[in-house]
């Protein structure tokens, strides 16, 4: 799909930018960077299975297995997950990562986890909702767990060029073609880089998300909505002493990310 073809191109090209830009630091210094709401949510692990889908360059994963669990990641990116082999090798972790598109998983290829995960900015670069809530599905162990916190599709609507007020760019439902974002756009986590490869992007409301799971028999057993964000998705937004992005005067207001906990 060139949709897909594309969004892989442009994440070969950002993950030596996202190599400086996240915290890699700490990371190699021993610290987890997987923060206090996902703790609270889905630990303890240690000991247990766990494969991250969408894993990128793999810190969120070696943060997973500096907390105690044997895990396994997932990536369409060949250049990101070049990257996160590096850190597990640096960090002396012995975490896998496999270069796959989480849609395309040959069946019984990476076996059955305890956990399934993934994390913060992932549901819009899937084509296929119901595909991808299959993956979940058949790499879970019975009594198993998913777990996913993502930006909320209700905070995506908003146009993030605004600087003063709000305004709605995007439908919350989904549509069939995707979004495709061509513009000159600072990077997300490096405001001086500008990505030079397009991406195509999809939107997933959160019944899409609840439903397709719940289609595959997973249990759903947690569902949080959060007044906070983990990225600056608008130009308004400030960071907190402890990392998170808000809009100062909203608290409470909008919802701009969700946690969600299924079992198999």
């Known amino acids: 799909m060139k949709a897909e073809d594309t969004n892989r191109e442009h994440w070969d090209e950002i993950a030596p930018v996202h190599l400086k830009a996240y915290r890699v630091d700490r990371l190699l210094g021993g610290e987890s960077l997987i923060d206090e709401i996902?703790?609270?949510?889905?630990y303890p692990i240690t000991g247990k299975t766990l494969l991250h889908?969408?894993?990128?360059?793999?810190?969120?994963?070696?943060?997973?297995?500096?907390?105690?669990?044997?895990?396994?990641?997932?990536?369409?990116?060949?250049?990101?997950?070049?990257?996160a082999r590096e850190l597990a090798?640096?960090?002396?972790?012995?975490?896998?990562f496999v270069v796959a598109n989480v849609l395309d998983i040959p069946?019984?290829?990476?076996?059955?986890?305890?956990?399934?995960?993934?994390?913060?900015?992932?549901?819009c670069w899937i084509s296929d909702i119901d595909q991808w809530a299959q993956t979940v599905a058949r790499h879970l162990k019975p009594g198993g767990i998913f777990y996913i916190f993502e930006t909320h599709p209700a905070f995506m609507m908003f146009d993030e060029?605004?600087?003063?007020?709000?305004?709605?760019?995007?439908?919350?439902?989904?549509q069939a073609e995707p979004f495709h974002f061509e513009d000159e756009y600072p990077?997300?986590?490096?405001?001086t880089?500008?990505?030079?490869?397009?991406?195509?992007?999809?939107?997933?409301?959160?019944?899409?998300i609840v439903n397709a799971l719940i289609r595959q028999g997973l249990t759903i057993e947690l569902l949080n909505e959060h007044d906070k964000c983990f990225y600056k998705a608008l130009p308004g937004m400030s960071k907190t002493v402890d990392g998170w992005w808000i809009l100062e005067g909203f608290e409470?207001?909008?919802?701009?990310?969700?946690?969600?906990?299924?079992?198999?």
């Open 38 to 42: 996902q703790k609270g949510e889905f």
């Open 53 to 83: 889908l969408q894993c990128h360059i793999g810190t969120d994963t070696l943060s997973l297995a500096l907390d105690g669990a044997r895990v396994t990641g997932v990536d369409f990116s060949p250049q990101s997950v070049h990257i």
């Open 193 to 208: 880089y500008i990505p030079k490869t397009a991406t195509y992007e999809w939107q997933w409301s959160l019944a899409d």
């Open 89 to 96: 090798h640096k960090m002396n972790l012995p975490a896998q």
């Open 107 to 123: 069946e019984g290829a990476l076996g059955e986890f305890d956990i399934v995960y993934t994390s913060q900015g992932v549901l």
């Open 161 to 174: 060029t605004q600087t003063d007020g709000f305004q709605i760019r995007y439908p919350y439902f989904h």
């Open 187 to 191: 990077d997300y986590a490096d405001n």
């Open 252 to 264: 409470g207001m909008i919802p701009m990310a969700f946690s969600l906990r299924a079992r198999k």
